[in-house]
């Protein structure tokens, strides 16, 4: 079983920087996790995903201003977000699925298994 726990949200004017935190526990070291995020009125998307080799991939409109990282002590997954639009308003997501060592994750709901509460973050123009 796998927990996930985010903080970091908040509310920021456009060109701002926020970084979102994710503390995990479970078999999170055999896991590839990922950051979704839900705009009111639109479907969960995914933001960034990192694989269990640290393999990073991201979707278009958040590419060269997100960063996803993790470290294994302690037990976190990160979202660096810099240069932040009002078009990244939504409420943030942690994601983790169990995967083999060498997998590539994708940035489809679907693929995971646990996820986190959320945390919201506002992005005023």
């Known amino acids: 079983q796998v927990q996930l726990v985010e903080s970091g949200g908040g509310s920021v004017q456009a060109g701002g920087s926020l970084r979102l935190s994710c503390a995990a526990s479970?078999?999170?070291?055999?896991?590839?996790m990922a950051w979704f995020r839900q705009a009111p009125g639109k479907e969960r998307e995914g933001v960034a995903t990192?694989?269990?080799?640290?393999?990073?991939t991201y979707t278009d409109s958040v590419k060269g201003r997100f960063t996803i990282s993790k470290t294994a002590v302690p037990d976190m997954l990160y979202l660096q977000m810099n240069s932040l639009k009002p078009e990244d308003t939504a409420m943030y997501y942690c994601?983790?699925?169990?995967?083999?060592?060498?997998?590539?994750?994708?940035?489809?709901?679907?693929?995971?298994?646990?996820w986190g509460q959320g945390t919201q973050v506002t992005v005023s123009s």
């Open positions: 994601a983790a699925v169990v995967c083999s060592r060498g997998s590539s994750p994708g940035l489809g709901r679907s693929e995971y298994t646990y």
């Open positions: 479970g078999w999170t070291y055999s896991s590839c």
């Open positions: 990192i694989a269990r080799d640290g393999k990073t």
